[in-house]
C-alpha cells in the first residue's frame, strides 16, 4: 500500500470514527488492537494489515471498499444499520456506543 493510500485509509477511518462518536481505545476493543494500533492507522505511518481492514469494516458495518473509494459520503444503510435511523450526527453518539458495545458483530452478539 503506498503512503497516499496509507494516508487515505486512516483518513477516512478517522472520519468515520469520529462520525460514530468512538474513542480510538473503543474501536480498538471492538477489534482486539490498542488505542496506539488505531492512531497509527489514522495517521497513515504504520501499514494497515487485510485482516485490519476487514475487521475494521465488520466492526463499523461499511464495505471494505468505503475505505479505498474517493466518496466521502456516509456508507447507504449505515445509520439504519446501527438502529439510529436519521443518521450519525446531532447527538446520536450515545447510541452508536451502545449499539457497539451491546451489538458486537465480532463477538458473534
Known amino acids: 500500500m503506498t503512503i497516499r493510500r496509507r494516508e487515505q485509509v486512516g483518513d477516512r477511518l478517522r472520519s468515520l470514527r469520529r462520525g460514530l462518536g468512538l474513542s480510538q481505545e473503543a474501536l480498538g476493543a471492538l477489534i482486539g488492537l490498542d488505542r ?17 481492514v476487514l475487521d475494521l469494516a465488520e466492526a ?13 459520503t456516509q456508507p447507504p444503510g449505515l445509520a439504519e444499520s446501527l438502529g ?24 458473534g452478539a
Open 36 to 52: 496506539r494500533s488505531i492512531g497509527t492507522m489514522e495517521n497513515g505511518v504504520g501499514s494497515v494489515t487485510v485482516d485490519a
Open 60 to 72: 463499523m458495518r461499511v464495505p471494505v471498499t468505503w475505505f479505498f473509494t474517493d466518496d466521502w
Open 84 to 107: 439510529l435511523g436519521g443518521g450519525v450526527r446531532g447527538g446520536t453518539a450515545p447510541r452508536v456506543r451502545q449499539v457497539c458495545a451491546t451489538d458486537d458483530p465480532l463477538r
